[in-house]
């Protein structure tokens, strides 16, 4: 083949290239993916746990959140949580107090719930608490 055959044809496949991104683009800018926010005291089956967050309430140690929590024995409560407020993404704490999950408490073997109570930092707005597990996410907000 001639040069000027080859420079024509990688042009006309970098146009090809150029319109596929462009309708891609489109079609992602036009798409509405909206995130269903649970009320508060609503069960969700998230991967194999069922999780229901009960009460979100302001205290002078931050936010506690009331979750119920029941499926896989052995598997740590505080991990997979997450607030989210004032723009910003927060994780538990960890810390021991009573009546509080930290980091030791697990779900029990005889798949009994568990009733707990998460410690977050006080922000000034939540938007939700959010728990994912096997790749899912469910939301709960006030």
């Known amino acids: 083949m001639k040069t000027r055959t080859l420079l024509l044809l990688s042009v006309g496949c970098g146009l090809l290239i150029l319109l596929a991104g462009g309708f891609k683009l489109f079609q992602v800018a036009t798409d509405r993916t909206e995130a269903e926010v649970l009320v508060l005291g609503t069960s969700a089956t998230i991967g194999d746990m069922t999780v229901t967050v009960s009460s979100i309430e302001v205290t002078p140690d931050g936010l506690a959140v ?26 538990p704490s960890k810390t021991v107090a009573a009546g509080v999950c930290d980091a030791a408490s697990v779900i029990p073997p005889d798949n009994a719930p568990v009733f707990c109570i998460l410690r977050f930092p006080l922000v000034k707005t939540v938007q939700a608490v959010a728990y994912t597990r096997a790749g899912e ?3 709960w907000g006030p």
């Open 66 to 91: 009331s979750v119920k929590m029941f499926g896989v024995a052995g598997e740590p409560v505080i991990e997979d949580w997450r607030l989210l407020g004032d723009g910003q993404v927060l994780e």
């Open 137 to 139: 996410q469910r939301q």
